[in-house]
C-alpha cells in the first residue's frame, strides 16, 4: 500500500501546490518550512485525506500536524489500517 499511496499523495501535492518532488523538495522536506504549503493548503491536502481514504481526522488534524509526504503516508496508512483491523 505504502508505494501507491505516496505516489497518490505525491501526485495530488505537485498538482495542488505547483511543484515537483525532486533534489531540493524530498518525501522528507518539511513542506511548510519549503514554502509549498500554507495553512489553506494543508487543511486542502487533509479533507482530500479524509475524502479519499474515508478517515475522520477531527481534532487529530490539529494534535499532529504532519509536515512531509512521508508523515503523511505514514499517518494515513496507520488509521486505514487500525480502522481495517478494528482497532
Not at 497518490?8 to 533534489?23: H, I, P, Q, V
Not at 524530498?26 to 474515508?54: C, P, W
Not at 494534535?63 to 478494528?86: M, Q
Request: glycine share 6%; aromatic share 10%.
Amino acid at each position: 500500500m505504502t508505494a501507491e499511496l505516496t505516489a497518490e499523495l505525491k501526485s495530488y501535492l505537485e498538482n495542488e501546490a505547483l511543484f515537483t518532488f525532486g533534489d531540493e523538495i524530498t518525501e522528507d522536506t518539511d513542506l511548510f518550512k519549503a514554502g509549498v504549503l500554507d495553512s489553506y493548503g494543508y487543511i486542502s491536502l487533509m479533507n482530500h485525506v479524509q475524502e479519499r481514504y474515508g478517515l475522520e481526522l477531527g481534532e487529530q488534524l490539529l494534535d499532529e500536524v504532519l509536515v512531509s509526504l512521508n508523515a503523511i503516508v505514514k499517518f494515513v496508512e496507520a488509521h486505514v489500517l487500525s480502522s481495517v483491523d478494528g482497532r
